[in-house]
Structure formats: structure tokens, C-alpha cells
């Protein structure tokens, strides 16, 4: 069906883009709302990840993920280049340290509409395994910044990324 819809678009069919928005455009702008944290910002890299979404189909490969699985790695990279690009990195950092108490990262899974799924395998994980997951997506550092920020070994940071993502891969489900 993935397959289908993005042929579809890669041949510029309207209708099926139309379609394909209806499925990603509300997890592609919250991706990059968490990661930018400025609303008319977000809106501005959606509407690029979105347009960048329609140019590419044709790149899309039905056999490495789903659409939405597509569409969000593209956000999150637009968004990350965007927080590299306007010096908003270092506030960003700062405010996701400030906001990794486990009920502050409960409340932005909730705020969000990510696949329940996703949601549940994240709350299964220790709140530190939980940290540096997020710490990873939301704002793309590197395992040492991660243990520099942190104030813990690097040792530790890269045994819980390992730890976590072994996790991750056994609950979450394959497409």
C-alpha cells in the first residue's frame, strides 16, 4: 500500500499526495515542534520536509521502513538542520536537559500524537535509557556531547544507547 500511494506521487498524482499529507503531516510537525520548540518555526520546516516529502518520492524504499516512518526521518532531519543552522542548538540542548525528569517526558509523549506503540516501548524503558534516547533523537547529539551534558562516562552513555535501542527492537513492530 506504502508502495502504491508514493509511485502514485512520484508521478505527481495530487490526489494521492493529498492522501499521503492526511497520514504524516501531524506526526511530521510534531517531531519538529519537539525538536525546535518555536511553533511558526515548525510550521516553516514542515512545510519544507512536506515539500522536500513530494520531490523525493520516487527515492522512497517501500522495503527499508513505512511512509511515516519516511516522512519523519526526513522531518527530524530538517528540523536538526534547522536548530544547527539558526544557533538554537546549545537553548535546545538546554531546555530538553531541563525537561528529562521522567513526568516532563510523559507529558510531551502525550502532548504529541506518536504511535502508541512507540509510546509504550518508551515508557518501558528505564528513565536513563529513556534520556539518552531522547537526547539522541530530539536533538541529533553525538554519544560524548551526550556524556559530557550528562556528566556520566562514555562508557555509560553508549551501554545505555545499546541497552535501550536492544529493547526498542523487541517490542516495537517491523514494517
Do not use: C, I, T
Given at each position: 500500500m506504502d508502495g502504491d500511494l508514493i509511485r502514485r506521487i512520484a508521478t505527481g498524482d495530487r490526489?494521492?499526495?493529498?492522501?499521503?499529507?492526511?497520514?504524516v503531516s501531524g506526526p511530521v510537525y510534531q517531531v519538529i515542534l519537539a525538536i525546535?520548540?518555536?511553533?511558526?518555526?515548525?510550521?516553516?520546516?514542515?512545510?519544507?520536509?512536506?515539500?522536500?516529502?513530494?520531490?523525493?518520492a520516487g527515492r522512497f524504499d517501500p522495503s527499508r521502513g513505512s511512509i511515516l516512518g519516511w516522512a519523519v526521518s526526513i522531518?527530524?532531519?530538517?528540523?536538526?538542520?534547522?536548530?544547527?543552522?539558526s544557533g538554537a542548538r546549545r537553548r535546545l540542548v538546554d531546555r530538553l536537559s531541563q525537561s528529562m525528569r521522567p513526568e516532563a517526558t510523559e507529558e510531551r509523549i502525550k502532548d504529541g500524537p506518536p504511535p502508541a506503540s512507540l509510546?509504550?516501548?518508551?515508557?518501558?524503558?528505564?528513565?536513563e535509557q529513556r534520556q539518552v534516547v531522547e537526547l539522541a533523537y530530539f536533538t541529533g547529539l553525538t554519544q560524548t556531547e551526550m556524556a559530557e551534558r550528562l556528566g556520566i562516562p562514555l562508557g555509560t552513555v553508549k551501554t545505555r544507547v545499546k541497552l535501550a535501542m536492544e529493547k526498542l527492537r523487541a517490542v516495537l513492530p517491523h514494517e
Open positions: 490526489s494521492a499526495f493529498d492522501e499521503f499529507y492526511a497520514k525546535l520548540g518555536n511553533r511558526a518555526e515548525a510550521e516553516d520546516v514542515a512545510q519544507e520536509a512536506l515539500v522536500q516529502l513530494w520531490r523525493d522531518a527530524r532531519s530538517r528540523a536538526l538542520d534547522r536548530a544547527r543552522s509510546h509504550e516501548a518508551l515508557e518501558q524503558l528505564p528513565a
